[in-house]
């Protein structure tokens, strides 16, 4: 499959720890988004990168979140000391520059107890 | 205003019957608009894109009025197979790369 793929689909993590999610997105893909979704919402914005530059971060993303892309390939998604409302399906998508479409992958869902 | 707003539905619509969502947007100055799909426990996927007046198909066609701020999804000859939430979706930035969703319209084909 060549498709975005994320590592965990899912995650249970308490109150206060730390979880970090992999996105793998399409190989020849230089852009690669994150977005988190709430049950019966669209998903949400939260950054970008173009190859390892991360380019725009989204007022969502507190300073709790830090979004990585070291080698212009893949990307980690941390957050720091979780919420329950960090509870949420967390969605990498990729795309090449200069195209509309971003490939979704299945998504990582966090749930904080 | 939100910047992309849905009917949430559900539509609950019989096989083969036409069905057409709304959505409306607040930035005038936007270019592009998208509908993506979204079936239940799964990522989106693009549906259609549009930049002028409309686009068609198969038995998908999309309509824009740009005076009105307003997107339309119409779907004919609905099938069990369509049943999914549409999600609008209006780019906010010149080059395509920050997307915001609509909440989606739920639609459900009743056999």
């Known amino acids: 499959d060549t498709g975005v793929s994320q590592d965990p689909r899912h995650k249970i993590t308490k109150r206060g720890q730390n979880v970090t999610f992999r996105c793998d997105p399409i190989?020849?893909?230089?852009?690669l988004y994150w977005y988190r979704q709430t049950l019966g919402q669209g998903p949400e914005f939260l950054t970008y990168f173009q190859n390892e530059a991360q380019l725009e971060k989204s007022r969502l993303l507190s300073d709790r979140f830090s979004a990585e892309r070291p080698k212009g390939s893949f990307s980690t998604l941390e957050i720091q000391r979780t919420e329950q409302g960090d509870s949420a399906m967390y969605l990498c998508?990729?795309?090449?520059?200069?195209?509309?479409?971003?490939?979704f992958g299945p998504g990582t869902r966090l749930t904080v107890t | 205003r939100k910047e992309v707003e849905q009917d949430p539905g559900p539509f609950n619509v019989p096989e083969g019957a036409t069905v057409a969502f709304n959505c409306t947007y607040s930035n005038s100055a936007s270019q592009s608009f998208f509908w993506y799909r979204q079936d239940c426990r799964k990522e989106p996927k693009l549906l259609m894109s549009v930049y002028s007046s409309g686009n068609e198909d198969g038995r998908f066609t999309a309509q824009l009025n740009r005076a009105s701020q307003y997107i339309s999804l119409l779907i004919r000859d609905s099938k069990l197979s369509d049943s999914a939430t549409y999600l609008c979706v209006v780019p906010t930035n010149f080059g395509n790369e920050k997307l915001t969703f609509g909440t989606g319209t739920r639609l459900t084909i009743i056999p």
């Open positions: 998508a990729s795309s090449l520059a200069g195209s509309y479409e971003q490939y």
């Open positions: 190989s020849e893909h230089n852009r």
